[in-house]
Protein backbone atom coordinates (compact mmCIF):
# COMPACT_ATOMS: atom_id res chain seq x y z
CA UNK A 1 0.00 0.00 0.00
CA UNK A 2 1.51 3.68 -1.09
CA UNK A 3 0.95 6.42 1.04
CA UNK A 4 -0.35 9.24 -0.24
CA UNK A 5 0.69 12.38 1.79
CA UNK A 6 -2.50 14.14 -0.10
CA UNK A 7 -5.22 12.11 1.72
CA UNK A 8 -3.28 11.93 4.54
CA UNK A 9 -3.17 15.34 5.13
CA UNK A 10 -6.59 15.47 4.02
CA UNK A 11 -7.62 13.22 7.18
CA UNK A 12 -5.47 14.84 9.72
CA UNK A 13 -7.08 18.19 8.49
CA UNK A 14 -10.53 16.55 9.04
CA UNK A 15 -9.87 15.37 12.19
CA UNK A 16 -8.57 18.63 13.19
CA UNK A 17 -12.00 20.46 12.32
CA UNK A 18 -13.82 17.37 13.83
CA UNK A 19 -12.54 18.41 16.79
CA UNK A 20 -13.05 21.87 16.35
CA UNK A 21 -9.13 22.99 17.00
CA UNK A 22 -7.13 25.78 14.98
CA UNK A 23 -3.93 24.86 13.44
CA UNK A 24 -2.26 26.51 15.87
CA UNK A 25 -3.66 24.39 18.70
CA UNK A 26 -2.80 21.11 16.81
CA UNK A 27 0.86 22.18 16.72
CA UNK A 28 1.03 23.44 19.83
CA UNK A 29 0.36 19.98 21.23
CA UNK A 30 2.72 18.22 19.06
CA UNK A 31 4.89 20.51 19.31
CA UNK A 32 5.79 21.91 15.84
CA UNK A 33 5.51 24.69 13.40
CA UNK A 34 1.90 25.64 12.44
CA UNK A 35 3.46 26.42 8.90
CA UNK A 36 4.48 22.82 9.12
CA UNK A 37 1.00 21.34 10.26
CA UNK A 38 -0.11 23.43 7.08
CA UNK A 39 1.65 21.76 4.36
CA UNK A 40 1.16 18.57 5.63
CA UNK A 41 -2.40 18.99 6.07
CA UNK A 42 -2.36 20.21 2.21
CA UNK A 43 -0.35 17.35 0.92
CA UNK A 44 2.76 19.46 0.21
CA UNK A 45 4.76 18.25 2.85
CA UNK A 46 4.94 14.53 3.96
CA UNK A 47 5.77 13.36 7.01
CA UNK A 48 7.43 10.52 9.03
CA UNK A 49 5.61 7.56 10.33
CA UNK A 50 5.57 8.73 13.54
CA UNK A 51 5.24 12.43 12.69
CA UNK A 52 1.42 10.91 10.88
CA UNK A 53 0.95 9.03 14.13
CA UNK A 54 1.32 12.05 16.38
CA UNK A 55 -1.38 14.56 13.95
CA UNK A 56 -3.70 11.31 14.40
CA UNK A 57 -3.65 10.39 17.89
CA UNK A 58 -3.25 14.58 18.41
CA UNK A 59 -6.29 15.25 16.57
CA UNK A 60 -8.12 12.27 18.31
CA UNK A 61 -6.87 13.42 21.45
CA UNK A 62 -7.85 16.88 21.04
CA UNK A 63 -11.48 15.69 20.17
Known amino acids: M ?5 KSGARIRQL ?5 YTQEK ?8 RSLLSHIE ?5 CSV ?3 F ?8 LG
Open 26 to 33: LAGVLNID
Open 2 to 6: AYDIK
Open 16 to 20: RIQGG
Open 50 to 52: LRL
Open 42 to 46: AGKRG
Open 54 to 61: QCIVGSAC
